[in-house]
């Protein structure tokens, strides 16, 4: 089985930067997609970015676009999101989960419930 663990949350001011880091263990498969989600208290779980295990083409929630990051590293089983400009509403527990795929360049799903391998998530807090 898959394990995930994400790190890099922090509390920081409005306007400051952060790079969160997710890393995997343990067996995979070799057709992985890797995704970060974020929950604040009382809301639902919501999509940020996903990368598919292959190609080049990484996925954004359209209000995060522009703002937020996703990339893999060169070992496929990291991925980091990088946080720039970041805002109060920012303020979120950030989970970093993972989905089997057909095929390395399938298109990742934006639903939570597809994912099968989920991290502890690591607490961002954007505040002054």
């Known amino acids: 089985q898959v394990n995930v663990v994400e790190s890099g949350g922090d509390s920081v001011q409005p306007g400051d930067s952060l790079r969160l880091s997710c890393g995997t263990s343990?067996?995979?498969?070799?057709?992985?997609?890797m995704a970060w989600f974020r929950q604040a208290p009382g809301k639902e779980r919501e999509f940020v970015c996903a990368?598919?295990?292959?190609?080049?083409?990484?996925y954004y929630a359209d209000s995060l676009k522009g703002r937020f990051t996703c990339s893999r590293h060169n070992a496929r089983n990291t991925v980091y999101l990088q946080m720039n400009s970041l805002k109060p509403e920012d303020t979120a527990t950030y989970y970093c989960?993972?989905?089997?795929?057909?095929?390395?360049?399938?298109?990742?799903?934006?639903?939570?419930?597809?994912?099968?391998?989920w991290g502890q998530g690591t607490q961002v807090t954007v505040s002054s």
């Open positions: 989960a993972t989905k089997w795929t057909r095929w390395p360049q399938e298109t990742p799903p934006q639903d939570a419930k597809e994912y099968n391998n």
């Open positions: 343990g067996r995979t498969a070799s057709s992985s997609a």
């Open positions: 990368i598919p295990w292959s190609g080049t083409k990484t």
